[in-house]
């Protein structure tokens, strides 16, 4: 009786610690794979990083790629909604889609290609790969908005291959802005793209335009409408987009205006802090700023019936 006594509590010791041996692996294997990929990307894409923020602090990258320093305040925007759904991905299944390895080897050539746009995309085609791999479709549709937000804000020759058909919104914004000198009363000749004031001349140039603007507020528009709950009425996100618009273009009526009426009247200080100064980022953050109050305002007259 002893002996058959020590035999099954020797079984049931072994079990418990066959049980306990099997957790841990299951706590590793949920884990230390999440970890493990995180810190390859962090040694990957770290240096990418850094790069971009350095050029979109301290605007000393491509005119092209300042058109996404949107991502100054996207990319963290992404990472922290992609933090918010960490749990809802925990839950998921693991149920791997055969696109995640087609894009994961896409995501690899990008990277090592050595060209900026390719090196550049790899980001988001890597991180859209990853969620494939690890939960298929639903996670890929889980962190849609994230690599949305990332894809939007990664730096490529887009707007450069854009630039030649702003060119009737140029001459309009030029059009426009001499019409107002002359109200003022300043002698202007507009010339296509060129406004003419006192023999001086200014140029209303594609990123002047207010392209980078535009991109900059609809991009902000996007997060808005994420943060606040509003992009599930489509006439609302619709309407709150379409006044962005023009909310842009008009402000950088304006903006084009003063910079035009300061460099004819010789008042050179005051266009150089407009247009290439601290003035310039004053003024984007105010337009940033209108956004907020009008989506505020269409909360207000235009209450979702949802009562969010």
């Not at 984007?284 to 969010?308: C, D, H, R, T």
Request: net charge positive; charged share 15%; aromatic share 12%.
């Amino acid at each position: 009786m002893r002996k058959s006594y020590l035999t099954q509590n020797s079984k049931l010791k072994t079990f418990k610690t066959m049980h306990i041996q099997r957790k841990i692996r299951i706590v590793l294997k949920r884990y230390l794979l999440g970890e493990s990929i995180m810190i390859l990307l962090v040694l990957l894409y770290a240096p990418l990083m850094v790069h971009w923020y350095d050029g979109w602090l301290n605007k000393n990258i491509g005119i092209e790629h300042e058109y996404f320093s949107h991502g100054l305040i996207g990319l963290p925007y992404a990472a922290y909604i992609a933090w918010i759904n960490l749990n809802n991905w925990r839950k998921l299944p693991n149920s791997p889609h055969p696109l995640g390895g087609v894009l994961l080897v896409l995501a690899t050539l990008f990277y090592l290609s050595r060209l900026s746009d390719l090196v550049n995309l790899s980001l988001p085609v890597m991180l859209g790969s990853i969620c494939l791999c690890l939960k298929g479709i639903p996670g890929l549709k889980l962190q849609g908005i994230p690599l949305l937000f990332v894809l939007l804000a990664s730096p490529n020759h887009i707007p450069y291959l854009i630039e030649p058909y702003a060119l009737p919104l140029q001459h309009f914004i030029a059009e426009t802005s001499g019409l107002i000198l002359i109200k003022v009363g300043l002698n202007v000749r507009v010339e296509a793209i060129y406004l003419y004031v006192n023999d001086r001349i200014v140029e209303v140039a594609p990123h002047c335009a207010g392209l980078k603007m535009l991109f900059t507020s609809l991009y902000v528009s996007l997060i808005l409408l994420d943060w606040t709950g509003v992009w599930c009425s489509h006439k609302r996100s619709i309407l709150f987009l379409a006044s962005t618009s023009i909310i842009s273009i008009s402000s950088n009526i304006l903006r084009n205006t003063l910079l035009t009426y300061f460099h004819g009247t010789q008042k050179e200080g005051l266009f150089t802090w407009l247009h290439a100064g601290w003035g310039g980022d004053l003024y984007s953050a105010g337009i940033l700023g209108l956004l907020v109050l009008l989506l505020q305002g269409m909360e207000k007259y235009f209450p979702s019936q949802s009562g969010n």
